[in-house]
């Protein structure tokens, strides 16, 4: 069974910075994707951005462009999300997923293997 480890949340000032980590488990990060999802109370779960293990290519929602970075560290075999300029809105609950022959990068459908979440709060 495949076990993801989040970890990095917390509680932020508007305009802040946060670093979240995904560790899996029993596996290396090779041929694999892996992503970043977050839920908001009352709303729907929304991909944030991803990143394909085996060749780098990144992606991002709209709404985090330009301030959010997804990245690996092969040799760590972690994969981090740096959010900077961060606003209220992007309050959630944030989990990582992977899965291998992944499509569509941000459709949570496209994913079998969760973390439990890390609670991120943007407030003054």
């Known amino acids: 069974q495949v076990q993801l480890v989040e970890s990095g949340g917390g509680l932020v000032q508007p305009g802040g910075s946060l670093r979240l980590s995904c560790v899996p488990s029993?596996?290396?990060?090779?041929?694999?994707?892996i992503a970043w999802f977050r839920q908001a109370p009352g709303k729907e779960r929304e991909g944030v951005s991803a990143i394909s293990i085996s060749s780098g290519r990144t992606y991002y929602a709209d709404s985090v462009k330009g301030r959010f970075t997804i990245s690996r560290d092969n040799a760590k075999n972690t994969v981090y999300l740096q959010m900077n300029s961060l606003k209220p809105e992007d309050t959630a609950v944030y989990y990582c997923?992977?899965?291998?022959?992944?499509?569509?990068?941000?459709?949570?459908?496209?994913?079998?293997?969760w973390g439990q979440g890390t609670q991120v709060t943007v407030s003054s």
């Open positions: 997923a992977t899965d291998s022959l992944v499509s569509d990068y941000l459709n949570s459908d496209e994913y079998d293997y």
């Open positions: 029993e596996f290396t990060l090779d041929y694999y994707a």
